[in-house]
């Protein structure tokens, strides 16, 4: 998994770099020290996981993740962060994930583990529907008979 930290406080980023490193799912870590280097990380990089602080010196985190969670391929969010009091903000902004300064190993590997969890649900469900899009069948149940029908064969549709 490629991680992305994004903090404009180098100790913070170097903390979170090595804690990061040690983990078994991470195959490459990325940095950026603000808004605009993110950005361009996440287009030229595309990572798959983001530590985002809240308060940068070019901007506000919460409008980051606001823009990342619009994006087609968006990577998941987790705050890493000195301020609890965004806590709720940053679970409506559809992060994974909100852990305080100083960080811990146990809980920055917690967070990646729960993306790699949603990437891996995230990826079955995509296989399954790509799998049912391309079976040329459908079934249906009326009664206790099963019908099945050739999809190129329907018409359309109606449920009563």
Sequence with gaps: MKVLIVDDEP?????????????DEVTEIIEADGILEEEEQVRNS???MVFLDIKL????????????K???DRPQIVFATAY????????A????????????AERVNEAIERVARRKTA??????AAIRASQNPRISIQNDDRTIVLQ??????VQAQ
Excluded: W
């Design 11 to 23: 100790l913070a980023r170097d903390e979170l770099h090595y804690l990061i490193q040690e983990n």
């Design 70 to 72: 619009a994006l087609d």
């Design 93 to 104: 902004a559809d992060a994974v994930d909100y852990i305080l300064k100083l960080f811990s």
């Design 122 to 127: 995230t990826r079955r469900a995509n296989s």
């Design 84 to 91: 609890d009091s965004y806590a709720l903000a940053a679970f």
């Design 46 to 48: 595309h990572p798959d």
């Design 151 to 156: 999809k190129k064969r329907i018409l359309y």
């Design 57 to 68: 010196a070019d901007g506000n985190g919460m409008a980051l993740a606001e823009k990342i």
